[in-house]
């Protein structure tokens, strides 16, 4: 279903239409003139298949582009920390226990551990780190998970409910909070 919606939206396009294979470079007025013209939906399929140069110079040529590029761009950034934090913590298994004690881990990005390097971890050490609010979803890939250790991390007595009420897993404070 995507892929015909993204003819469609390629086949739309007259020579003067940015597609995913327009370069960066010859991006021209007219070209985006043609774009703004067309639904939203249609813009945003074809700035999915855009790479991320494409994608900022089209951003700054209108106000609506920008609107719809800006959410791409945002997206596409979170998921490189994300991939790029998930081969970080893949250094640090051993055996079925995680160790990110002492990382200066300010967030953890949901969909890190969706990866099958992490299925059999049944610990994760997390104290001493930045984590103020943990998201939802954040450990669900881990079927192992037993327990969490989480103290020294800046969690509010708030946060620290919302993570009982939310993990089925043993969760370790040892914090003022807690």
Known sequence: ??????????????????????????????????????PDWQILQIMEQMDNQTLGRIAKTSTRLRQLALPELARREEKLAMLKQREEFKQHIKENRLFLTKKDITHIYSGVFDDPAFSKIQ????????????????????????????????????????????????????????
């Open 123 to 178: 610990t994760i050490y997390l104290h001493h780190n930045k984590l103020s609010t943990i998201p939802a979803g954040a450990f669900n890939n881990l079927p192992q998970l037993q327990t969490i250790v989480l103290y020294r991390n800046p969690l509010t007595p708030e946060e620290i409910e919302s993570l009982r009420k939310r993990f089925s897993v043993k969760l370790m404070f040892f914090s003022r909070f807690a």
């Open 1 to 38: 279903m995507k892929k015909l919606l993204m003819i469609a939206a390629l086949a739309a396009c007259t020579p003067f239409c940015i597609s995913a294979a327009t370069p960066p470079e010859t991006v021209d007025e007219a070209q985006t003139m043609k774009l703004t013209d067309m």
